[in-house]
Nanobody
Framework: QVQFVESGGGLVQPGGSLRLSCAASGIRFRLYAMGWYRQAPGKQRELVARITNGGSSTNYADSVEGRFTISRDNAKNTVYLQMNSLRPEDTAVYFC????????????WGQGTQVTVSS
């Protein structure tokens, strides 16, 4: 079955950096665009970064543009999110999935990884 396992979160001070990883299984990973989503307390889950199946094109939400970088390794079925210049408003649980035209492509979600930005 489809499974996503996110890791790499933690507590970081404003201005700091983290690198998130998401290992996918149960899908033909190289065929799918992948994305990172986040959900802050009391807010809806939002897509913050997207990468095409081959990795040649990326898109970002305005709130993270220039600070976050999404990448992937199709040989390892893994997608990454490098987060720099972190801000308190980046605090959320981060998840990965494949973004489709009408929303996340897969119903399965991982446990997510908590990112907390605080001094």
């Amino acid at each position: 079955q489809v499974q996503f396992v996110e890791s790499g979160g933690g507590l970081v001070q404003p201005g700091g950096s983290l690198r998130l990883s998401c290992a996918a299984s149960g899908i033909r990973f190289r065929l799918y665009a992948m994305g990172w989503y986040r959900q802050a307390p009391g807010k809806q889950r939002e897509l913050v970064a997207r990468i095409t199946n081959g990795g040649s094109s990326t898109n970002y939400a305005d709130s993270v543009e220039g600070r976050f970088t999404i990448s992937r390794d199709n040989a390892k079925n893994t997608v990454y999110l490098q987060m720099n210049s972190l801000r308190p408003e980046d605090t959320a649980v981060y998840f990965c999935n494949s973004p489709g035209t009408t929303g996340p492509r897969f119903d399965a979600w991982g446990q997510g990884t908590q990112v907390t930005v605080s001094s």
